[in-house]
């Protein structure tokens, strides 16, 4: 697919729409959201490392006026200004509706279930100004952000960004996230690993009426209220598991 087909999935008026929406061409008449998306779509489609420094010309040739006319040069400093400032609520909102048209067109195909996951990203405190730090230990100098994820039919449905201290407990960032595509998407199965240990996370999305899928530590606490028969005999093989027990 070029830039210019991706581009005609997201109409010029959803862009003022969300412009509009979002305030984020308040104090800006050059580079405007809309024509930041462009850009930024264009380098990361036809740059192998996208870049400030690729950007910049980019948006001085040919192709790129063809995408969206304009006259004049851009100097770097303009360009990392306006990013570091920009509200990227707008970018959200787009995406958001990326997303809803990819379900579209996934149709009857759309897989029934979400996976939910975190990842932590760190960084040398000198480089990065926000995030939080685990005291003690050899990553204290580090500044650390998680992200976590909603993935399901083949791409990112959901990111969610954590920075502060508390959300480096799974029971609250997966739960956070959790509730959050629940409330976009009720129906999906939701599944996640063991990061949940909390029992009051479970009951919060046991009360919500959120079915999940989730790993319980073999030592949780628990009482076996009633065992299922197997078809056959234990272990029940399949494709990549063995079960030896379906317990209530």
């Not at 959201?33 to 980019?58: E, I, Q, W, Y």
């Not at 990111?159 to 029971?171: A, C, G, I, L, M």
């Not at 272990?235 to 030896?244: D, F, N, R, S, V």
Request: glycine share 6%.
């Amino acid at each position: 697919m070029t830039v210019q087909q991706l581009l005609s999935l997201v109409p010029d008026r959803l862009l003022a729409g969300l412009a509009l929406e979002t305030g984020v061409d308040h104090y800006s008449k050059k580079l405007q959201g809309a024509v930041l998306f462009k850009l930024l779509l264009h380098c990361l489609l036809t740059h192998k490392d996208n870049s400030l420094r690729g950007m910049a010309p980019a948006y001085e040739s040919l192709v790129f006026r063809m995408l969206n006319p304009h006259q004049g040069s851009l100097a770097i400093s303009s360009l990392s200004e306006r990013l570091s400032t920009i509200n990227e609520a707008f970018f959200e909102r787009l995406y958001q509706h990326c997303v809803r048209l990819y379900r579209q067109h996934l149709g009857p195909r759309r897989a029934d279930w979400v996976l939910i996951d975190s990842t932590i990203v760190a960084l040398s405190a000198k480089l990065l100004h926000v995030g939080y730090r685990l005291r003690g230990g050899d990553a204290e100098h580090l500044r650390q952000l998680k992200f976590t994820i909603a993935y399901s039919n083949g791409i990112a449905e959901m990111v969610n960004f954590y920075s502060d201290q508390r959300h480096n407990s799974e029971n609250l960032a997966l739960r956070e996230t959790t509730l959050q595509q629940a409330r976009l998407d009720p129906f999906t199965i939701k599944i996640f690993d063991r990061g949940v240990t909390a029992r009051h996370t479970y009951d919060v999305l046991t009360e919500k009426g959120i079915v999940f899928v989730s790993m319980l530590h073999p030592r949780a606490k628990h009482d076996a209220i009633e065992s299922h028969p197997p078809a056959g005999r234990w272990p029940l093989l399949t494709g990549t598991l063995e079960i030896y027990s379906d317990v209530w």
